[in-house]
T-cell receptor, first 112, second 112 residues
Framework: KQEVTQIPAALSVPEGENLVLNCSFTDSAIYNLQWFRQDPGKGLTSLLLIQSSQREQTSGRLNASLDKSSGRSTLYIAASQPGDSATYLC???????????FGAGTRLTVKP | DTAVSQTPKYLVTQMGNDKSIKCEQN?????MYWYKQDSKKFLKIMFS???????INETVPNRFSPKSPDKAHLNLHINSLELGDSAVYFC???????????FGDGTRLSIL
């Protein structure tokens, strides 16, 4: 059964720093991987979706990479801003399955 | 023009009651989901509906029943509410294939 782990559980950085959030999954046979952002009391906002055939996706200051063979994905945030403060969730969709498995998230705080 | 909308946003009720949470998506998506996010912020899938057909039921108690009157709606009905049902419930939808999931803002259910 697919398990998704995110490290660290919480991260606090000063504004302007570049940072990396990590996601690992136990079964490399995935259909795609999605990074979400969740603000307190809000739903999930999709940030980036990487299909199994892709190695990375970029959107603005965000870059997500995927290494299926090692069961890892990273979310890179460049020049962090206080508005980036939120919980970031990684979710894996197993191959040929509708189910998505979520990690527990990384709570990011960017200090002004 | 909210894409995935849930009502109510907050629901406070007593143990033993029956309640429903409604979800509507105006994206024309084929698949809808219900997730439960517990106090530790861990998201777990409960149900998935594709063209009115239940695809996934992740060992959810039969007190929970999804009802889909049409492709744009997936409501969640809960019978005989228990204290452990207190959580935030998220509705989501997705197109066919490898498209990303879109989430509603969640319904915070509190059982007294």
């Amino acid at each position: 059964k697919q398990e998704v782990t995110q490290i660290p559980a919480a991260l606090s950085v000063p504004e302007g720093e570049n940072l990396v959030l990590n996601c690992s999954f136990t079964d490399s046979a995935i259909y795609n991987l999605q990074w979400f952002r969740q603000d307190p009391g809000k739903g999930l906002t999709s940030l980036l979706l990487i299909q199994s055939s892709q190695r990375e996706q970029t959107s603005g200051r965000l870059n997500a990479s995927l290494d299926k063979s090692s069961g890892r994905s990273t979310l890179y945030i460049a020049a962090s801003q206080p508005g980036d403060s939120a919980t970031y969730l990684c979710a894996v969709r197993p191959h040929n399955n509708n189910d998505m498995r979520f990690g527990a998230g990384t709570r990011l705080t960017v200090k002004p | 023009d909210t894409a995935v909308s849930q009502t109510p946003k907050y629901l406070v009720t007593q143990m033993g009651n029956d309640k429903s949470i409604k979800c509507e998506q105006n994206l024309g998506h084929d698949t809808m989901y219900w997730y439960k996010q517990d106090s530790k912020k861990f998201l777990k899938i409960m149900f998935s509906y594709n063209n009115k057909e239940l695809i996934i039921n992740e060992t959810v108690p039969n007190r929970f029943s999804p009802k889909s009157p049409d492709k744009a709606h997936l409501n969640l009905h809960i019978n005989s509410l228990e204290l452990g049902d207190s959580a935030v419930y998220f509705c989501a939808s997705r197109e066919q294939g490898g498209a990303p999931q879109h989430f509603g803002d969640g319904t915070r259910l509190s059982i007294l």
